[in-house]
């Protein structure tokens, strides 16, 4: 397990192309949650996804979602 002074280390300052990446990644989330709320109500899950969240190299996103009970959203991923 990480200690916050690990998680909080500061390794470089980034540069604009990694910041111009970033931004670009960030004004992509509110479509990717739109399709991803319109692919789960097509698949009929009972969930609702309240953020998406892109990792910084664009290579990984974090979805969040709220639900009554149990999901299983696996072809949710997948169609993702």
């Known amino acids: ?3 916050l002074e ?3 280390k500061i390794i470089r300052k980034a540069q604009q192309k990694e910041i111009d990446k970033w931004q670009s990644l960030r004004d992509k989330e509110p ?3 739109k399709r991803a709320r319109e692919l789960a ?3 009929g899950l009972e969930m609702k996804i309240s953020d998406v969240e892109y990792r910084g190299d664009g290579k990984k996103a974090t979805f ?3 639900a009554e ?3 299983d959203f696996r072809q ?4 993702m």
């Not at 949710?76 to 169609?79: A, F, M, Q």
């Open 1 to 3: 397990m990480r200690t």
């Open 6 to 8: 690990e998680v909080q």
């Open 31 to 33: 479509q990717i949650q």
């Open 41 to 43: 109500i097509r698949l």
């Open 64 to 66: 969040y979602y709220t």
């Open 69 to 71: 009970g149990r999901v």
């Open 76 to 79: 949710l991923i997948k169609d």
